[in-house]
């Protein structure tokens, strides 16, 4: 399974929430088959964005297209870091 971590800064998370909710259809059809949205515990703008993907080239494919630039120019995003990761193992204890 396939898996990206995104680590953000937003200007006003309801602002970024909303657009990212109006984003669901486009992520899925894009490839994204889960996600979680999680927030640092001490700067509630400084979001952590984690989703299954169908694929690592789907997923590169979509973070980076220019509409999806505009998108996050739009939801007041600073910086993001993108990290593409492989699953090797999972378990429950």
């Not at 995104?6 to 259809?25: G, P, T």
């Not at 980076?64 to 998108?71: A, F, G, H, N």
């Amino acid at each position: 399974m396939e898996y990206v971590l995104i680590i953000h800064e937003v200007e006003d998370y309801a602002a970024w929430k909303k657009i990212f909710d109006d984003a669901a259809l486009i992520r899925k059809s894009a490839g994204e088959l889960s996600f979680q949205v999680l927030k640092l515990d001490n700067n509630p703008n400084k979001i952590v964005h984690f989703s299954k993907w169908s694929s690592i080239s789907n997923a590169k494919a979509f973070f980076e297209s220019e509409k999806l630039v505009e998108i996050r120019k739009q939801a007041g995003v600073k910086a993001p870091e993108f990290i593409y990761l492989e699953q090797l193992e999972e378990g429950v204890l």
